[in-house]
């Protein structure tokens, strides 16, 4: 996601750029699974034993299928240590997660940026909305964010691509929770282009087709990902050498120079070991992965993982709070339907400790959901056989209605990783070891995340209503983030306000590992519009000759 | 007698369970009933002609592609058989499930099939509405237990239909089938949709 961005930027803004990716080159449109029929597709697109033993902790999110897999990383066979379970979900592969994102694509908001500073929670942000809202606009408009207009304080609106329908359902479902709860749904806001891009940089990108198969790769380009928008526009500028299969592992850092030269790479296949050398690095290797790399880098300089005078470097990891979904059957609307499928579902924003409301916790938490007409899996548990069966597979099942809250994690220092050096994965490098855990704010949290999914789907008159309160594990979210955080002061901090490592400038981090709060919004726009504002930031130093 | 059944070892296999039948004194018990009594005399199921089955016996397997064809059978559209659907939920059973839920379904057939020979015949021996009626019921009883862990005749039934709505005819025949939708309608009435439900 990051990677791409700051590919893009860098290479746009004239500099050579080599990009390193530790996985295997995807490039668009080559997508093995994006065009198969469902009758191509083996085990009916279920999971495999196999797959789940291989996959084992990809198998926890309920995602990976035949169809789907081969962006999910083998964890068999990249090992780390869960001292309490933690779902490192990754995709080692040109593209990373940004080939399978939700493609929900939200702004931090006012609120977010100022919240820690408010209520004197980890440390401050040190950069505004304000600062970062050009850098949304230019994110948006360049990858494509569909959404609706809505003015919402907690949410800002964006430049948008026409939002998707809601369907027949969730619009009445929109009118009840307005009218009786004064709560908002939305459609979501998504990385897919319902009408043209308002540029003509993505010659290679074309609109959505509504066949919601956007996890196997879009051929037609139609969502936002680093192998069908960003890598494109890097590789045209004639200024990117882009290489698979190299493990960067290790920052190279000249002491008397003060500054990073280059990375310590091994090949993923052979083994071998390259130092690659740049005047200016960006890390961009996920939130985890970035903090390990850093504090499997060290040197008289820093004995203690490279740029971590703080401390901080591996600590703070924030994710999504996100304890189960709930759903229920909905009476009615058998005459109507909808057609085509689409990648996208209704959002309701944060209304928690908004305004006037006041809960025993901290921040809040926004709902994704949907409404559909149940399938053939309603027969599952039915007695129903022969032509009856036959008969009622011409009509299309009940409504139901799903829904799941994602909400704000608070940085707690404790929440941490490191790394083990007694232990060795099979290229020999150190494994990661991670410890973190959701707490009291995040549990009470949890609560009225339950009971206000409950209350709204009672209040629409929807039956048979279902809680889920399974046990949230950090990282299951796919939002880990937090290991590097930027700020003002260096004692707390590992990054500057420009995403620079505070105690080596010419090296800048902006994935996930730079934040400072974790919001309860989906967070991958954040980290293209701070990505190419780092960018930015880096080609203008670099003429003044500050790095 | 099917090459399939001809297979080297299934003599053997045959042999052991008679003798097992007779050290437990002639009575034969029900997985040696399914084993033995319907080994030969079965025909290969179309679709798994070609190779062996992966996790089913034959007999097993006869008997399931029944169940399934009882669930769905062929009417003016296909039937699970047309469908492949007894290779289906021979490869599903041998890649999807662990040891335990195979365990469980494999002793769950042979429960199926015992409950069966109650009226005096096997199963796939019995008239086609005795043999829907038993399975009517079977259903129905599952249905209105817990299900939990699910018991064989709803994992047949979920096999089934997972099986027939991923094959070509399953879905085409049934479903307006659209690869490329372009666009996303969300409020349609059925009556202005060219069939009332699409593949999703």
């Known amino acids: ?547 | 007698m099917s090459e399939l059944n001809d297979a080297p070892g299934m003599q053997a296999r045959r042999e052991i369970l008679k003798r097992a039948a007779w050290l437990l004194g002639g009575a034969i018990s029900a997985p040696a009933a399914l084993a033995v009594l319907q080994g030969c005399h079965q025909k290969t199921e179309p679709g798994v002609a070609a190779a062996a089955p992966k996790f089913l016996t034959a007999a097993e397997l006869a008997l399931v592609a029944e169940i399934a064809e009882i669930m769905i059978p062929k009417t003016n559209t296909s039937g699970a058989r047309d469908a492949g659907v007894p290779a289906f939920i021979d490869l599903a059973l041998d890649g999807l499930y662990p040891a335990e839920d195979q365990a469980r379904y494999r002793a769950g057939l042979v429960e199926f099939e015992t409950a069966a020979r109650a009226s005096g015949k096997p199963f796939l021996e019995q008239d086609e509405q005795a043999r829907a009626d038993f399975l009517h019921n079977a259903l129905a009883v599952a249905v209105n237990s817990d299900r939990k862990p699910r018991p064989f005749i709803l994992m047949t039934r979920e096999l089934t239909l997972l099986g027939y709505f991923s094959s070509q005819v399953g879905i085409t025949e049934n479903m307006e089938y659209v690869a490329v939708p372009t666009a996303y309608h969300g409020c349609v009435p059925l009556s202005q949709m060219k069939k009332h439900v699409y593949w999703e």
């Not at chain 1, 001292?83 to 399978?100: I, K, N």
């Not at chain 1, 999504?320 to 009476?331: C, E, I, L, Q």
């Not at chain 1, 949290?445 to 209040?459: G, V, Y």
């Open chain 1, 1 to 547: 996601m990051s990677g791409g961005w700051a590919a893009k930027e860098l290479t746009e803004k004239g500099l050579k750029t080599l990009v390193l990716d530790r996985g295997h080159m995807v490039r668009h449109p080559e997508y093995p699974t994006a065009l198969k029929d469902p009758w191509d597709l083996p085990f009916g697109n279920r999971i495999t034993q196999e797959t789940r033993k291989r996959k084992y902790v990809w198998s926890r999110t309920g995602y990976p299928t035949p169809a789907n897999e081969l962006w999910f990383t083998d964890d068999l066979d990249n090992p780390y240590v869960e001292e309490e379970p933690f779902d490192w979900l990754r995709a080692y592969h040109v593209g990373g997660r940004s080939m399978h994102w939700a493609r929900q694509s939200y702004r931090f908001s006012p609120m977010d940026f100022e919240g820690n500073a408010r209520e004197g929670v980890g440390i401050p942000w040190p950069i505004s909305y304000d600062e970062i809202a050009p850098w949304y606009d230019k994110a948006e408009t360049f990858a494509g964010i569909s959404g609706s207009v809505e003015g919402l304080p907690q949410l800002p609106d964006g430049k948008f691509l026409p939002p998707h329908d809601l369907n027949c359902v969730e619009v009445d479902f929109r009118k009840t929770i307005a009218d009786k709860l004064g709560r908002k749904l939305i459609i979501g806001r998504c990385a897919n282009l319902t009408a043209p891009l308002t540029h003509n940089e993505s010659p290679q990108r074309g609109t959505c087709q509504a066949r919601n198969m956007c996890i196997r790769g879009c051929p037609y380009g139609a969502y936002f990902s680093s192998v069908s928008a960003t890598l494109p526009s890097a590789e045209r500028t004639g200024n990117m050498t882009l290489v698979a299969d190299k493990i960067a592992y290790e920052v190279i850092y000249d002491n008397e120079k003060g500054k990073a030269t280059g990375v310590r790479v091994l090949d993923a296949k052979s083994g071998a070991q390259t130092d690659y050398f740049a005047k200016v690095i960006f890390l961009c290797a996920s939130s985890l992965g970035t903090a390990y790399l850093m504090l499997n880098s060290t040197s008289s300089r820093f004995p203690n993982g490279f740029g971590n005078d703080s401390g901080e470097l591996g600590h703070n990891i924030m994710d999504h709070n996100k304890p189960g979904g709930s759903s229920a059957s909905v009476d009615g609307y058998l005459d109507v339907a909808y057609t085509g499928r689409r990648p996208n579902g209704f959002y309701i924003p944060r209304y928690r400790n908004v305004g006037k409301d006041k809960r025993n916790y901290l921040r809040g938490f926004g709902y994704q959901g949907r409404a559909a007409r149940a399938g053939y899996g309603r027969f599952n548990d039915s007695a129903l056989i022969g032509a009856e069966l036959k008969q009622a597979f011409q009509e299309p099942g009940p409504w139901n209605i799903s829904m799941t809250a994602f909400g704000e994690i608070l940085p707690y220092h404790e929440n941490h990783m490191r790394i083990d050096r007694d232990r060795k994965d099979k290229h020999g490098l150190p494994l990661l070891v991670v410890n973190a855990v959701v707490r009291d704010n995040e549990l009470k949290m949890q609560e009225d995340m339950r009971n206000d999914a409950a209350e709204m789907l009672e209040a629409a008159g929807y039956k048979d209503i279902k809680v889920n309160s399974d046990d949230f594990h950090v990282g299951n979210s796919i939002h880990e983030m937090g290991t590097a955080r930027m700020g003002h002061d260096p004692k707390k901090s590992v990054l500057n306000k420009y995403n620079q490592v505070h105690a080596c400038k010419n090296v800048y981090v902006t994935d996930g590992s730079f934040m400072v709060s974790s919001g309860c919004q989906n967070p991958s726009l954040t980290y293209m519009a701070f990505t190419a504002r780092a960018a930015h930031h880096a080609v203008e130093e670099l003429k003044k000759g500050n790095l």
